[in-house]
C-alpha cells in the first residue's frame, strides 16, 4: 500500500510539474505580444461615395453616383441610391444651364467641390430634393423624372448654392444685421420646422420654410430671385422687410463679384410707397 501511494503520489507530482511548465509556457507567449494586440481597433473611417464624373465640360465639377450611398454627417444619416442613366443626363443638363448664370467669381466661393446627382435621396429618412455636406464638400442632388423634380429642381439647386456660398448648410449662425430687419416680434422655428411648411408666406419672408432660420431665409430669398425675379420685384414694392432682405443679399452678393443672369433688376420698376 505504501508502495501503490508513492507510486500515485509521484505521478501527481509529474503531471503537476508538466501542467506548471505548460501554463509557464503560455504566460510567457502571452506576456511575450504587444499589449495593444487584445485592443479594439479603432474602426476605418467610412469610405467615400462612389461617383462617376461626367465628362460633360462644367464650372463644377459634376459626378453620378456608381453605388448606394450611405454616410453621415453633422449627426444625420444621408441615404441615397443609383440613379437611372437617363434621368441623371436629363438632370445634368438642367444644371449645366443654371451654372452658366453664375459669374465664376461667386462659383469660386462654393464651399464645395462637386455636384453629385444620386435617386431617392433622404436625410434621417426624410425625402429631400437637395442637401449640401460641408462637412465633405459635395452638394447631393436628387436625380430623377417624376415631375416635382422636374418642376422644382432650379429652386432646390440655386437655395443648395447658396448654403455652400455663405457655408451655412447644417450649421445655422446667428445673423445680427439680417435679424435685425424682421419684426420685433418675430423669432425663427429652428431646425425641427419639418415637414417642410407650405402655404402664403409671411411678410417679410420669400417662402413659409423661410420662417425656419436665418440661413434658410437667406437661401429661400436667393433662391426666389433666381427662379421668380418679377415675382420678387411684385413683392418688395410692397414689403418693407423684404425689399431691405434683397438689398442686404445683394450687397454681401456684390461683395464677391457680379451677380448671377437674370438678377431682378430693381431699377426698371418704380418704387412710389417708399425709398428702398
Known amino acids: ?24 509556457v503560455i504566460a510567457l507567449s502571452l506576456s511575450a505580444r504587444p499589449r495593444f494586440a487584445v ?14 464624373t461626367s465628362l460633360v465640360p462644367s464650372p463644377v465639377p459634376i459626378g453620378v453616383a456608381t453605388e448606394d450611398v450611405d454616410e453621415s454627417s453633422a449627426g444625420m444619416r444621408i441615404t441615397a441610391k443609383v440613379p437611372r442613366t437617363e ?27 462637386r455636384f453629385l446627382l444620386v435617386s431617392d435621396l433622404r436625410c434621417d429618412a426624410l425625402e429631400c430634393g437637395g442637401l449640401t455636406v460641408l462637412e465633405h464638400r459635395h ?17 432646390i439647386l440655386h437655395h443648395e448654392i447658396m448654403h455652400a456660398i455663405d457655408g451655412t448648410a447644417g450649421c445655422d449662425r446667428s445673423d445680427a444685421a439680417w435679424e435685425a430687419l424682421n419684426p420685433k416680434s418675430f423669432r425663427y422655428e429652428g431646425n425641427e420646422f419639418v415637414p417642410l411648411p407650405v402655404g402664403k408666406p409671411k411678410p417679410g419672408f420669400a417662402t413659409a420654410y423661410a420662417t425656419s432660420t436665418v440661413s434658410e431665409d437667406r437661401c429661400e ?23 431691405a ?7 454681401r452678393l456684390r461683395q464677391i463679384g457680379p451677380l448671377p443672369k437674370g438678377w431682378p433688376n430693381r431699377r426698371k420698376r418704380l418704387f412710389s410707397t417708399y425709398d428702398l
Request: hydrophobic residues 45%; neutral net charge.
Open 1 to 24: 500500500m505504501r508502495h501503490e501511494l508513492a507510486r500515485i503520489s509521484n505521478r501527481n507530482l509529474r503531471e503537476a510539474a508538466i501542467a506548471a511548465l505548460f501554463v509557464g
Open 39 to 52: 485592443s479594439v481597433q479603432p474602426r476605418p473611417s467610412p469610405r467615400a461615395p462612389a461617383f462617376e
Open 87 to 113: 434621368d441623371a443626363r436629363a438632370i445634368e443638363a438642367k444644371l449645366l444651364r443654371e451654372l452658366n448664370r453664375y459669374p465664376q467669381s461667386l462659383l469660386a466661393r462654393l464651399n464645395v467641390d
Open 139 to 155: 452638394i447631393f442632388l436628387e436625380a430623377d423624372s417624376s415631375d416635382w423634380i422636374t418642376s422644382t429642381f432650379p429652386g
Open 221 to 243: 430669398l436667393f433662391k426666389m430671385a433666381m427662379i421668380e425675379p418679377n415675382e420678387l420685384l411684385s413683392r418688395i414694392h410692397t414689403d418693407r422687410v423684404l425689399a
Open 245 to 251: 432682405k434683397l438689398s442686404l443679399l445683394e450687397s
